[in-house]
């Protein structure tokens, strides 16, 4: 037995950062992943030169069992074996996250999560940080390790960290600057036996809750106020919905109003929604409340370049073209109900909606007035559509399944959109049935939207 040796599940970013850093730490690590493709051979060959012990293809369930502690890639399902193995023999399981966080002691967090709008959220405080002279990196689930931030010469000072639910179980120690709680609906639900279960890893967000802790909440999600009611820091609300708060959106004067002025006008923020005038309160909120420094008239100044100045996340409403009068949005990071009714209710053309991958444990029937409002043509496709045409078929709703690849799918989307509406691709689905990734997914959207072959 190799005493203090740390496992690291997953080979993936997340793996290989958490690795790299454990071997700066001088920890002896045994790393493990199913899979034995070209990038992960790659990447194993590079830990292997700095030590690290790697298989690919299996797990050594018997070393597993023997180690110090075990990290898990966010990708890796809490059912997998080497989870499951490590839980049964008493060995601890952190999060890339938790690792990554405990060698930047100094570094303040602001934390997102929730069930829609964490991505665009997490780069919006990014990108407000930094046009307040802040540096900052925008971290987590958003794409970059914070083992990899760890691992600079120089880290930043601050971080905007997007934390998913399954990162949030394996974070005991995560106690933000500001926690940020966008709005919770039912998700995840091929991983998580029950909704409560789901929330109830959301809720570990507030585990180290004190009254000097900061938080800001939808106040227009009646399901994060229930979550919220108990709690002892100081909770600061935003709201498009009328409702007046610390931040909210003045519809009469068509204004954000932050911290008791406004900050900028709606037509000055160039994203679509009415969802990403909430983004855009809950990021600027978020931001204000960090450091009493931030809501200087110098700094309020600077927040409202900020978000004129803010281009959203790729996959998330993304246009990628238009092309023969018909306007082509990639939403590919749209992979649960909730999320694609955000966009429909954003679209303002007749819409083409691409809705389809592996299903998640939802029902599509939410999506039926959205779409008699906003579509003209709904294209089922992937495994889940034996289920999406259950749920919507025979119930008045304009749906046609594509059989085969998604290359059928992108030509029949050509074949049936008109000059003067829109292709979404917000499929309410995970990308697994035919790629790698929702990035993926979108690429291959973005690419034959444009007459390129996906």
């Not at 290359?407 to 008109?418: N, S």
């Amino acid at each position: 037995m190799s005493t203090g040796e740390v496992a690291v599940i997953g080979l993936g970013a997340s793996g290989a950062a958490s690795t790299r850093l454990l071997r700066r730490l001088g920890s002896a690590v045994y790393v493990s992943d199913a899979g034995d493709g070209a990038a992960v051979q790659a990447r194993a060959a590079d830990l292997r030169a700095l030590g690290a012990a790697v298989d690919l293809g299996r797990h050594d369930l018997e070393r597993i069992a023997r180690a110090a502690s075990v990290v898990a890639s966010p990708g890796v399902p809490p059912d997998a074996a080497p989870l499951v193995h490590a839980r049964e023999h008493g060995v601890p399981i952190i999060s890339e996250v938790e690792l990554g966080l405990s060698a930047l002691p100094g570094a303040r967090v602001i934390a997102v999560t929730g069930t829609n709008g964490k991505t665009t959220v997490t780069a919006l405080v990014d990108h407000l940080l930094r046009a307040l002279g802040r540096d900052s990196a925008a971290v987590g689930n958003i794409g970059t390790p914070v083992c990899e931030v760890a691992l600079r010469d120089t880290p930043p000072a601050w971080l905007a960290l997007e934390i998913s639910s399954f990162q949030l179980h394996d974070t005991p120690s995560l106690q933000p600057a500001v926690g940020v709680l966008t709005n919770l609906s039912p998700d995840h639900l091929d991983r998580y036996p029950s909704v409560e279960a789901y929330f109830a890893d959301k809720a570990r967000l507030f585990q180290h809750d004190q009254p000097t802790s900061r938080w800001v909440i939808n106040a227009d999600d009646p399901a994060s106020g229930r979550m919220c009611a108990d709690l002892v820091g100081q909770v600061s609300t935003f709201s498009i919905a009328g409702r007046l708060g610390d931040a909210f959106l003045d519809r009469a004067h068509a204004k954000l109003v932050v911290r008791d002025a406004p900050l900028m006008s709606r037509d000055a923020l160039p994203l679509l929604g009415a969802h990403n005038v909430a983004n855009a309160l809950a990021a600027a909120l978020a931001v204000m409340v960090a450091d009493p420094a931030h809501e200087s008239d110098d700094a309020r100044q600077r927040l409202a370049h900020g978000l004129a100045t803010f281009r959203p996340p790729a996959h998330r409403l993304e246009v990628v073209g238009e092309v023969g009068g018909v306007l082509w949005i990639n939403d590919s990071k749209a992979t649960n109900v909730a999320s694609t009714r955000v966009a429909l209710e954003a679209m303002t053309r007749p819409t083409v909606l691409l809705l389809g991958g592996r299903h998640k444990g939802e029902p599509y029937s939410g999506l039926l007035s959205l779409i008699a409002q906003h579509c003209q043509r709904v294209l089922v496709y992937g495994e889940a559509s034996d289920i999406i045409m259950a749920d919507l078929g025979g119930r008045g709703a304009p749906v046609e399944r594509v059989l085969g690849d998604f290359a059928a799918v992108m030509r029949r989307a050509h074949e049936v959109a008109e000059p003067g509406s829109a292709v979404l691709l917000s499929p309410a689905c995970s990308s697994y049935d035919m790629f790698n990734n929702y990035q993926e997914r979108g690429a291959a959207f973005a690419r034959a939207a444009k007459g390129d072959t996906p």
